[in-house]
């Protein structure tokens, strides 16, 4: 089976400061990763996705993640926050081969960045 | 934004009623999915489909059917509504699951509220 894991809940930062949003998985095999993000009352957005070659991806609106394979991780990172980052963000997993090819998410994880 | 269009937006019912959701699609994806959306849960899925006809059940799909007779329409029903139904139901639809491509991605509806009295 797999999981993801969103430690937690709501993480604050101060405008202009980076932020990090963590993500641990587990799967069978290789694992394709991705992360959306939700607005007040919208539905989630795509914000990027790691599915092979370079650890560190780039998505939309300046985020990037970073692939840690020994540690089962793939972090949600900025390098420096805006007030309208401010949202849900959801990390989701599946295996690369066998089994479901739909995403399982995690429970996600409030950002609130502080003017 | 995709073209997906969820009806109704919000919906007050009583215990024990059915219940339709519809999610409407103009972007010929193949692939359509109901999740729910709970504090603390997170998004689950529900059902989904993976063509006309085709469907298959999520992990929390108890007291839930669904149907598709069209590629544009994904239907929803709540035989029965019990209060532990209450939640946020969004309809996504994708149109690849092959990762390599850049189209592996969901694009989600605005979300149905449903509150169940």
């Known amino acids: 089976a797999q999981s993801v894991a969103q430690p937690e809940d709501q993480v604050n930062v101060a405008e202009g400061n980076p932020l990090t949003v963590k993500c641990t998985y587990s799967?069978?095999?290789?694992?394709?990763l991705f992360w959306y993000v939700q607005y007040p009352n919208r539905g989630l957005q795509f914000l990027l996705k790691y599915i092979t070659g370079d650890n560190l991806v780039k998505g939309s609106y300046g985020f990037e993640a970073e692939f840690n394979k020994s540690q089962t991780s793939f972090h949600l990172k900025k390098p420096s926050a805006l007030v309208s980052d401010s949202a849900l963000y959801f990390c989701?997993?599946?295996?690369?081969?066998?089994?479901?090819?739909?995403?399982?998410f995690g429970r996600g994880t409030s950002l609130i960045v502080h003017p | 934004d995709a073209g997906i269009t969820q009806s109704p937006r919000h919906k007050v019912t009583e215990t024990g009623t059915p219940v339709t959701l519809r999610c409407h699609q103009t972007e010929n994806h193949r692939y359509m999915y109901w999740y729910r959306q709970d504090p603390g849960h997170g998004l689950r899925l529900i059902h989904y489909s993976y063509g006309v006809k085709d469907t298959d059940k999520g992990e929390v799909s108890d007291g839930y059917s669904v149907s598709r007779s069209k590629t544009e329409d994904f239907l929803l029903t709540l035989e029965s509504a019990t209060s532990s139904q209450t939640s946020v139901y969004f309809c996504?639809?994708?149109?690849?699951?092959?990762?390599?491509?850049?189209?592996?991605?969901?694009?989600f509806g605005s979300g149905t509220q449903l509150s169940v009295l």
């Open positions: 989701a997993v599946r295996g690369a081969s066998g089994g479901s090819y739909i995403p399982t």
């Open positions: 799967v069978s095999g290789n694992p394709y």
């Open positions: 996504a639809i994708s149109e690849s699951t092959m990762a390599l491509t850049s189209n592996e991605k969901l694009f």
